[in-house]
């Protein structure tokens, strides 16, 4: 099962807001593709690499020139994911792209 924080919720929020202000068709585009990459997780959690917190794993969803990541924890007894946190994720240079 896929739970969220509500962190998680309120970074959805916020996002879903901000690129409405922009494009209504981008920001329902962009949101099924992080849930897309979320449900992803129920057959595969450890799908994700590792972060510095040994408890969570991220993912990154690719989205445009950038994307947004996505921070989750696997709840040992049941398999269950927590997404803990979203984060867009700025786009990279051209001279960041090459190397």
Do not use: K, N
Not at 15 to 37: G, K
Not at 60 to 79: D, P
């Amino acid at each position: 099962m896929i739970l969220l924080s509500p962190d998680a919720v309120e970074d959805v929020e916020r996002l879903r807001l901000f690129l409405d202000q922009h494009s209504p068709v981008a920001a329902q585009r962009a949101l099924a593709s992080i849930w897309r990459a979320i449900e992803r997780l129920e057959e595969f959690p450890d799908l994700g690499m590792q972060t510095e917190d040994a408890e969570l794993r991220q993912i990154v969803v690719r989205f445009g020139a950038s994307g947004y990541i996505v921070r989750y924890a696997v709840l040992a007894e049941a398999r269950d994911i927590l997404i803990t946190r979203t984060a867009a994720r700025p786009a990279r240079r051209t001279s960041e792209r090459s190397q």
